[in-house]
DNA sequence: TGTACATCAGTGAACGCGCGTTCACTGATGTAC
DNA sequence: TGTACATCAGTGAACGCGCGTTCACTGATGTAC
């Protein structure tokens, strides 16, 4: 290990060059437990001990990593939604840029929604790293059908959008139709909206 | 190791017996990899090595497992499709049948769809094992809405079950309206047919 | 201005664990003579 | 009817690997005097 140490008092750049290093590992591809703290540390070019510099363990780090994951999602969510003024066009925008994520980074999506490490840490759902993201997805919907079913109708169009990102990517030699035709199938039949075409 | 040894010419009777083992793993709350050679043999009370009596190596086990469990899936969809006479009834019996598999049986269902286990063998999709499965859903949405779009209108309810069933077990707290509401939803939506109540 | 010292970032060495896989071996039993 | 032998089911011992974690240590640097 010849790596040129960090000066005093930046101990913090650790801490972020071991989240950088784990993001990087998550662009790869999948392996079954997607991260591994000795990965991590060998990511980061530091010795795996290291990491118990910044985190208490490895359910410590992970936990880092999955905030860094949803902030990114969400990020990414808003910014396709935010550059169209209809309320049905918000969503689909939404929903597309949603599972496009899921796609192009299957290594943080499945940290996120494909293990247990989110969602079974003895939290409630509303107090879950992700809760924010499922709000905005309600909100979304709600301008477009009124209240009353916004929660269910929206947890449907999610677990819709789970599957088709995740199939897609165990089941690679399916023939899938393109991602934006399934997507506006679903968002037809559950909320109502016409696909643009 | 003190197990009573199969009878002379009886050897098949461990591969059998290895195979019950693992799904009797599967039925356990899910680790990460969903099946390890030594936990099978483990499991089936046997040393690591018997396994390579009857497999070429891990990968010839899973694969055998996957076929068996793809059988066992088809099964139960199809026993609960055949008990209705109209052809939504049927349809939704099946979807059904699906998605309670999949709740009740995660450890299969993780390992015939969320792993690369399946679907990534070097295999196209019409020659892999789960391709039966889907030619029979496929059938039962042409019988609902004619042959014009029902391959593509299956593939959208297909993924739309495995959203419901995976998010279901990553996500348990969540707060899930009933199964049969979720799936009548996904029918009602993207099939046209409108859910019993 | 010089020096002793505490603080801090990071490593070396080691632990026990489960994994997939290989090779040599054991010991019971059906079969050929 | 008895016995030698080939076949077969299964184990013992060991390999190198990656994993998470612990404990003692190094060596540079800012700070107090």
């Given at each position: 290990?010849?790596?040129?140490?960090?000066?005093?008092?930046?101990?913090?750049?650790?801490?972020?060059?071991?989240?950088?290093?784990?993001?990087?590992?998550?662009?790869?591809?999948?392996?079954?437990?997607?991260?591994?703290?000795?990965?991590?540390?060998?990511?980061?070019?530091?010795?795996?001990?290291?990491?118990?510099?910044?985190?208490?363990?490895?359910?410590?780090?992970?936990?880092?990593?999955?905030?860094?994951?949803?902030?990114?999602l969400?990020?990414?969510?808003?910014?396709?939604?935010?550059?169209?003024?209809?309320?049905?066009?918000?969503?689909?925008?939404?929903?597309?840029a949603y599972c496009q994520f899921g796609l192009a980074q299957p290594?943080q999506y499945a940290?996120l929604f494909?293990?247990?490490?989110?969602?079974?840490?003895?939290?409630?759902?509303?107090?879950?790293?992700?809760?924010?993201?499922?709000?905005?997805?309600?909100?979304?919907?709600?301008?477009?059908?009124?209240?009353?079913?916004?929660?269910?109708?929206?947890?449907?169009?999610?677990?819709?959008q789970h599957?088709i990102v995740t199939?897609r990517r165990?089941?690679?030699?399916?023939?899938?139709?393109?991602?934006?035709?399934?997507?506006?199938?679903?968002?037809?039949?559950?909320?109502?909206?016409?696909?643009?075409?």
């Amino acid at each position: 290990m010849t790596r040129v140490r960090n000066p005093r008092g930046h101990g913090q750049l650790l801490r972020d060059a071991l989240l950088d290093a784990a993001l990087r590992l998550l662009l790869k591809p999948i392996t079954e437990e997607p991260l591994s703290l000795r990965a991590v540390a060998r990511e980061a070019g530091v010795v795996p001990q290291s990491v118990y510099l910044h985190f208490a363990d490895k359910e410590a780090l992970v936990r880092a990593v999955v905030e860094r994951c949803f902030a990114e999602l969400l990020r990414a969510a808003e910014a396709a939604a935010e550059s169209h003024g209809d309320a049905a066009d918000r969503l689909r925008a939404w929903c597309l840029a949603y599972c496009q994520f899921g796609l192009a980074q299957p290594g943080q999506y499945a940290l996120l929604f494909e293990t247990r490490a989110t969602g079974q840490m003895g939290l409630t759902f509303s107090e879950s790293p992700g809760a924010a993201v499922y709000a905005r997805l309600v909100a979304l919907v709600e301008a477009c059908i009124g209240d009353g079913d916004a929660f269910d109708a929206a947890s449907t169009v999610w677990t819709a959008q789970h599957g088709i990102v995740t199939l897609r990517r165990t089941k690679p030699g399916f023939p899938w139709p393109p991602l934006e035709r399934q997507v506006d199938r679903v968002l037809n039949g559950l909320v109502g909206i016409s696909g643009e075409f």
